[in-house]
């Protein structure tokens, strides 16, 4: 007959539920953190652009087509000039990026009714691009900044995070302008005599240009950055509001041709840039917060006599309808 020592037992079974605890909370950290990393944003600096990319597989499933994220570009120089570059093969029929140097905030915006994400590969969205002499600045993506627009509901927060699980995010980088070239020859020690400046490239309202100047002595080369250029508008034409149409003026840049439209005045366009978007939606919803006030003949985009929430969802909607 088997005899069974109890309180050996007892204390098997206590060492079997503690290796079963552990096992749980084994498997529960790797699922939190199998989780957690589903969803990233990149930052891959080079040189004077540091590319944006995202990876959200679960917004590739459910076709996600709009939406927002905001970038933290401190700069060195009050005369560094910030741009965003969006990807060539971005899905988006609306892409719009928006630097405020004040904040050094640059709040980049994608809508369309295709699919953004892809279940296969990453989304690159584009670059982030410095220009200007000497010029350099740190790049970051500002966290909890991502948002959705799904079915018409704007979803950010902890709202996206309860839909789509954390986000990971990158460290800053850093992008800078190339300002000259070192040369090593012998390493002597003199006060550099530079020739004139020659430009190698010339400076264009699309590019910025390049200038170089040699030392006599060493041939050490010092590179120079040359600003691009603003567009040279030359007006058009113009169109006065009719009650129907908006008013608008039509211009075209003397250099590179490239045409501009600058409306009087848009249904929905509150911040007045001749489009609607997103944007537009979210002053709606802050002033609504704050209970500012706000230009009802502009921002009541359902013409009920008020500006409310209801505008804002109605803008979204017609946004992802696009």
Known sequence: ????????????????????????????????????????????ASGSEAQLILDFPQAAAEEIA?????????????????????????????????????????????????????ESSPLTVGKVKISGNSVSAAVEIVKDSVKFVRG?????GENLTAAYG??????????TTKTSRPVTSGGSSHTHSYGDWKVTVDA???????RIRTCRICGRE?????????????LLGSHEADGTTAGYADYICVYCAET???????????????????????AILKATVNKTDMDLNVADYNKDGTVNALDAAAILKWVVSL
Do not use: W
């Open 166 to 175: 954390d986000i990971a995010y990158p460290d800053s980088v850093t992008i």
């Open 66 to 118: 709009s939406m927002q994220i905001s970038l933290s570009v401190t700069t060195n120089s009050k005369s560094a000039e910030i741009e965003f570059i969006p990807d060539s093969n971005l899905a988006a029929k609306i892409t719009e990026s928006r630097y405020h140097s004040d904040t050094g905030i640059l709040n980049i915006y994608l809508a369309g009714t295709e699919a953004l994400f892809s």
């Open 260 to 282: 501009k439209r600058e409306f009087d005045f848009i249904l929905g366009d509150v911040d007045r840039n001749g489009r609607v978007n997103s944007l537009d939606a979210a």
């Open 204 to 210: 264009t309202c699309l590019k910025e240009g390049e």
């Open 1 to 44: 007959m088997l005899f069974i020592d109890k309180p050996a037992a007892l204390k098997f079974k206590k060492t079997l539920s503690a290796i079963a605890v552990i096992l749980c909370c084994m498997i529960a950290m790797t699922i939190t953190a199998s989780a957690a990393a589903n969803n990233k944003t990149e930052l891959k």
């Open 152 to 156: 018409g509901e704007l979803i950010e």
């Open 222 to 234: 010092d590179i120079e950055t040359i600003p691009q250029l603003d567009h040279n508008y030359l």
